[in-house]
């Protein structure tokens, strides 16, 4: 019970405070950083690809914690959590746009899903590796179990 109480405050307090961050930043009515148009362009699909792989990196991380679901059934459940950490993130990314639409100043954009949705796969397959102890040392230190 100890253990999954001290996972919980690591990976769901820090996947909330994650996604209420890029909330934060979808609620900004302007996001000028003031490069050329094409570095901003490019530095802002960067961040949305960034800021959803550890978001997906988080939420994979917090379902592997539960053991009934990592332990029991192998490959099944590893492709069910991956699955399921995509799907969760994807539905943020989704609402994420819904809520920027809504914001003055600020449009949804597909485009910015599309980008989301590498960043997700990104995180979901890092947070897998992690779980299977297939990344070198220096990435574990970040996300160790």
Wanted: proline share 1%.
């Amino acid at each position: 019970m100890k253990h999954k109480l001290i996972h919980f405050i690591k990976y769901g307090a820090f996947t909330i405070l994650w996604m209420a961050f890029i909330f934060f930043l979808s609620a900004q009515s302007r996001l000028d950083i003031g490069l050329e148009d094409l570095w901003d362009i490019i530095f802002k699909k960067a961040a949305h690809i960034f800021v959803y792989t550890i978001l997906a990196l988080l939420i994979t991380k917090l379902l592997y914690g539960y053991r009934h679901w990592s332990q029991q059934g192998g490959r099944v459940n590893s492709l069910l959590i991956i699955i399921l950490a995509f799907l969760v993130g994807f539905v943020f990314a989704l609402s994420d746009e819904y809520h920027q639409a809504l914001v003055p100043g600020r449009d949804g954009n597909m485009m910015d899903v599309y980008m989301d949705s590498l960043g997700l796969f990104m995180g979901v397959v890092w947070g897998y590796r992690l779980h299977l102890d297939k990344l070198r040392h220096g990435l574990k230190v970040l996300f160790s179990k």
